[in-house]
C-alpha cells in the first residue's frame, strides 16, 4: 500500500469526524482555543506572501472530459425566481422556474449549450440576468440573457477560452469573469458588458507556475482564488483595476500534490477583521476531505489551515449560509452508500460537522445552490436527471426532504446550478 493509498485508508476511517492535517501543526488547538490559535496563525501566515481531464466529477458520458467546478460570488440574486442548471449529459442548460414563496421548482425547459458532454461549470453575471456556462469539449463559453417574463435562456452569444474550460468566477461588481482551461493550464480573462452582459477577451489568456490543472475558481474585487488539483494548492491572483491577472502566491494542501485534489471552491463571505484574515473552503473528491484556507485580506496570500472529513471519497458542490443559528457549509457527497449531504457549522474557518442527510432522490449529487432566502437548498443529481429541493430549518441549519424535479431528460446528467432573476 503507497503513501496515497494509506491516506484514503486512513480517512476512510475517520469519515464524518472533523479532523486536523495542518501543516502548521495548530489544527487541533485552532477548534479548542480559537482566538489563541488564531491569533498564532495569524503570525505564521500573513507576515508576507504564502510560500486533459478533470478527476471530478464522473460524468456518465464516456466521450466527454469529466468536470469540476465550484460555487462563486456572482452578482447576487434579490428574489430568484428562475435556476438553471448545466447538463453534462446532453449539452444543454436545464430551465426552472423557481416559487419564491414556497420554493417549487417546476421545469421551463432547456437550451443548447454545445457539444453533449461539455457543459460543466455555470455562473450567472450582471444584475443576475445572464447566464453563463463552460463547455470544456468546445472550448467556449457560452452566453444567456435571462428573458424576464419567461425564464427562458436566449443565445447573446459564445466566446472561445482555453483547452477544457471548467468554471467561470465572475467578480461581485459584475465587471470581469475568469474561465480556469484544466487542459491548457492557464486562466481566460474577460470584461463584462454592464448592459448586454456579453464577455469580451481582456488580455489573453494567463499562465503562471502556479497553474497546472485550474479547476474551481471564485473572485473577491481583488482576487482571483484557483484551486489546482495537479499540484493539489489553492492559489490567489491579484484583479488590477483593468481586471486582468497578476503573479500570484499559494497554499499546498492537505498532504500536498499526488495525495491532496481540491477542485471545488467556495469563499466564506464572512472575515475576521481583527485578524485582517478572509477564509475558503475546498473539497477533494479523491480523498473525501474540506480544506480550509485563511487568506490575508491585505495582499490574498493563501494558507492552509485544515481538513475535516466530509465522507470517504467523492466530494462535488458545496454552499455557505448565514443562519439565525450561524453559519452552514452543505457539501455534497457524491460517492457516499447512500448518497448525501454534510453539513458543517463555521466560525472563521473552523469547520464542525453538523449532521449527515441522505435521501432515495440523490443520485451522484453534484452541484448545490441556496435560494435567496435562505429557506430551500437545491441538489443536482447526476445520476438521474433530477434537481433534489430540500427546506433549510433557520434555526437549526436542518434540511428537509421536499421534493425532486425532473430536468428534459433522464441521461441529462445536471452538474452545477446558478438562480438569477
Avoid: H
Wanted: glycine share 12%; net charge neutral.
Amino acid at each position: 500500500m503507497d503513501e496515497r493509498q494509506r491516506a484514503i485508508a486512513n480517512q476512510g476511517a475517520s469519515a464524518e469526524i472533523p479532523v486536523s492535517t495542518s501543516i502548521y501543526g495548530w489544527g487541533r488547538a485552532l477548534r479548542l482555543t480559537p482566538a489563541l490559535a488564531a491569533l498564532l496563525l495569524t503570525l505564521a501566515m500573513f507576515g508576507g506572501a504564502s510560500c486533459g481531464k478533470s478527476i471530478f466529477p464522473e460524468v456518465t458520458n464516456s466521450s466527454s472530459p469529466t468536470a469540476t467546478a465550484t460555487a462563486t460570488i456572482t452578482v447576487s440574486p434579490t428574489t430568484g425566481p428562475y435556476l438553471y442548471s448545466s447538463n453534462n449529459g446532453d449539452g444543454k442548460a436545464g430551465e426552472f422556474k423557481r416559487n419564491t414563496t414556497t420554493g417549487a421548482l417546476s421545469l421551463i425547459g432547456s437550451v443548447a449549450a454545445g457539444s453533449t458532454g461539455g457543459p460543466i461549470g455555470i455562473a450567472n453575471g450582471p444584475g443576475a440576468k445572464y447566464v453563463y456556462v463552460a463547455n470544456s469539449v468546445d472550448g467556449k463559453i457560452q452566453q444567456y440573457k435571462v428573458t424576464a417574463s419567461s425564464g427562458k435562456l436566449a443565445s447573446i452569444g459564445t466566446i472561445a477560452t482555453g483547452s477544457q474550460p471548467q468554471w467561470i468566477a465572475v467578480n461581485p461588481t459584475g465587471a470581469y469573469a475568469f474561465a480556469t482551461n484544466q487542459g491548457a493550464g492557464t486562466i481566460s480573462q474577460y470584461t463584462v458588458s454592464s448592459t448586454t452582459g456579453v464577455l469580451a477577451s481582456n488580455g489573453g489568456a494567463f499562465s503562471s507556475v502556479l497553474l497546472s490543472k485550474p479547476q474551481g475558481a471564485v473572485a473577491t474585487n481583488s482576487y482571483l482564488f484557483v484551486a489546482d488539483s495537479a499540484n493539489g494548492s489553492v492559489s490567489s491572483f491579484p484583479i488590477g483595476a483593468s481586471g486582468t491577472l497578476s503573479a500570484g502566491t499559494t497554499a499546498i494542501v492537505g498532504n500536498g500534490p499526488g495525495v491532496s485534489f481540491p477542485t471545488d471552491l467556495v469563499l466564506d463571505p464572512f472575515t475576521n477583521a481583527t485578524f485582517q484574515q478572509g477564509y475558503l473552503y475546498a473539497s477533494d473528491p479523491t480523498t473525501g476531505f474540506v480544506y480550509s484556507i485563511g487568506y490575508n485580506l491585505a495582499n490574498g496570500a493563501p494558507a492552509y489551515l485544515n481538513s475535516y472529513s466530509s465522507s470517504i471519497a467523492g466530494l462535488g458542490g458545496m454552499a455557505i449560509v448565514q443562519l439565525s443559528a450561524g453559519e452552514f457549509l452543505y457539501v455534497a457527497n457524491q460517492k457516499a452508500s447512500p448518497p448525501s449531504l454534510t453539513a458543517f457549522i463555521v466560525n472563521s474557518g473552523v469547520l464542525t460537522f453538523s449532521a449527515i442527510y441522505s435521501d432515495p432522490s440523490l443520485n451522484q449529487p453534484t452541484g448545490i445552490a441556496i435560494g435567496p432566502n435562505k429557506n430551500n437548498l437545491y441538489v443536482a443529481n447526476q445520476g438521474t436527471g433530477t434537481i433534489s429541493q430540500f427546506s433549510i430549518n433557520q434555526s437549526t441549519g436542518t434540511l428537509t426532504f421536499v421534493k425532486v424535479v425532473n430536468t428534459e431528460s433522464a441521461t441529462s446528467a445536471p452538474l452545477y446550478l446558478t438562480i438569477t432573476d
